[in-house]
């Protein structure tokens, strides 16, 4: 046993994931806090599944520490009061006003991309294309092709789409993994169709109400 860390990992995202303990040191001898009088701490872990660095800030009565005698979750930890990890998370973009079933694949694709998991994120963006096929052509039939064939969207828009099409099966297909490459350019083309068909309609809209 040792001093853990199990928290979402700011980096890739992972949820209730484990750190493993780096480093512990009192960075300032006395302070006042909620606590009263007591000593500032700060410990660094890194992520075990994309191994990035992330730093607790903590108050303690304790005026050492031992990492030997110190063990399990450092959030749950009595001696430690944490107060802050950082980084913070950067806050995920999602196109506006598309419907939230839509949205809360999207984020499942964000989430694989961030944690560099590159066919699980293009994969994930395409089904985002697929369910915004169906939710436009709810009576349409065929395949995922013949759907985007049949949207009300320019000509560049449907090439885009069967492009994100063609990264998302070689994705699920292949024999070799995707790159980074592939799977950045499957989030940009999906943020654009998103903001395309969904965004921009709603927001013209609602400019017009106003006017
Ligand atoms: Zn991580």
């Given at each position: ?22 480093n512990?040191?009192?960075?300032h ?9 007591c ?46 990890i950082f ?72 090439e ?42 709603t ?9």
């Amino acid at each position: 046993m040792a001093l853990t860390l199990v928290h979402d990992c700011p980096h890739c995202h992972s949820q209730n994931v484990g750190f493993t303990f780096a480093n512990g040191v009192q960075t300032h001898t006395t302070i006042s806090s909620s606590m009263g009088r007591c000593y500032a701490w700060s410990f660094m872990f890194t992520c075990n599944s994309c191994y990035m660095p992330v730093a607790i800030t903590c108050h303690s009565h304790m005026r050492s520490f031992d990492s030997i005698r110190t063990h399990g979750n450092i959030l749950q930890n009595g001696d430690y009061l944490a107060q802050d990890i950082f980084p913070h998370p950067e806050p995920i973009q999602i196109p506006e006003h598309i419907p939230a079933h839509i949205a809360e694949n999207y984020l499942d694709a964000e989430y694989a991309l961030k944690g560099k998991r590159w066919n699980s994120a293009a994969m994930a963006y395409r089904r985002v294309i697929e369910l915004m096929t169906k939710d436009k052509l709810p009576e349409a039939k065929g395949n995922l092709a013949d759907r985007i064939n049949k949207l009300s969207v320019t000509d560049e828009i449907k090439e885009w789409s069967h492009e994100l099409r063609f990264i998302g099966n070689d994705a699920a297909h292949d024999v070799e993994n995707l790159g980074e490459k592939d799977a950045l350019a499957a989030a940009e083309l999906t943020y654009y169709i998103l903001t395309y068909i969904y965004t921009l309609p709603t927001q013209i809209q609602l400019a017009r109400e106003k006017e």
